[in-house]
């Protein structure tokens, strides 16, 4: 418990080589992951308010695509604000979108699930070769993953 309190990073999962921090936001000392402080916490939100409105299938689906389809203005756009707005807009699709395959009609199951699936890919894997560029741009690639942990100890039998 000692080492999770003086750990300055928290809920980060970018290399912590300092490249990446622009994904991270500072909240009373620590450091967090913009992308999960965001998403994370509006998705939960949004999933309850949904619920709780009780939205037909195709108006859940279609403004899922919307959104899903207004935050991919983030490989276009930059800025901090600009990305925790894209994040809530994702984590406001991502509610969506699971609220709809939740009371997809039984015979379009077929369609919107692999859609659903596919859309996730294929985003996730955009946004691993964006930020894996990051680090086939740097000096240091060479020694990933080691590179991103600081200094090295050679006593340490690593």
Request: proline share 7%; charged share 20%; aromatic share 14%.
């Amino acid at each position: 418990m000692d080492e999770l309190r003086n750990e300055p990073i928290l809920l980060a999962h970018h290399p912590l080589c300092g490249r990446f921090d622009d994904h991270l936001l500072t909240i009373g000392g620590r450091k967090v992951c913009r992308g999960c402080i965001t998403v994370y916490p509006t998705f939960l939100v949004m999933f309850f308010l949904v619920f709780m409105g009780r939205p037909s299938f195709e108006a859940a689906f279609f403004a899922s695509l919307l959104l899903f389809s207004v935050q991919l203005m983030r490989f276009v756009a930059s800025g901090r604000w600009t990305a925790i707005l894209f994040n809530v807009v994702l984590g406001s699709s991502l509610a969506l979108a699971l609220y709809s395959a939740m009371i997809c009609p039984p015979e379009l199951r077929i369609y919107v699930y692999p859609f659903i699936l596919t859309v996730i890919v294929v985003f996730e894997y955009l946004k691993g070769k964006r930020m894996l560029k990051k680090c086939e741009e740097c000096p240091d690639r060479a020694s990933y993953p080691k590179c991103a942990r600081g200094p090295v100890n050679p006593y340490d039998g690593k």
